[in-house]
Nanobody
Framework: QAQLLESGGGLVQVGGSLRLSCAYS????????MAWYRQTPGKQREMVAT???????NYADSVKGRFTISRDNAKKMVYLQMNSLKPEDTAVYYC??????????WGQGTQVTVSS
């Protein structure tokens, strides 16, 4: 399994921006589907954004137009640029790496709090 380490979370005001980073330790990141999920207490973890090995992206409807996922395979990094943040974006954000049935790894998460 791969190791994933998120960073970049914190406290931000409504309308502000944050950039989350995910450092990947493992082989063949270029073959992985990489994703960001988020979770709030009492709720299921939900997909925020995904990026395939072909750099195709997909977003939850709630973040479309505000969030951007990107990846740098050479640096083994995945990013989530979050703009126009809203209080409902408050959550723990998790990075995920997936490759068929042979890989499904999660990071420890980073807290994002949007204050009004």
């Amino acid at each position: 399994q791969a190791q994933l380490l998120e960073s970049g979370g914190g406290l931000v005001q409504v309308g502000g921006s944050l950039r989350l980073s995910c450092a990947y330790s493992g082989s063949a990141i270029s073959q992985n589907l990489m994703a960001w999920y988020r979770q709030t207490p009492g709720k299921q973890r939900e997909m925020v954004a995904t990026i395939t090995k072909y750099f195709d992206t997909n977003y939850a409807d709630s973040v479309k137009g505000r969030f951007t996922i990107s990846r740098d395979n050479a640096k083994k990094m995945v990013y989530l640029q979050m703009n126009s943040l809203k209080p409902e974006d408050t959550a723990v954000y998790y990075c995920n790496a997936r490759r068929g049935t042979i890989l499904d790894s999660w990071g420890q998460g980073t807290q994002v709090t949007v204050s009004s």
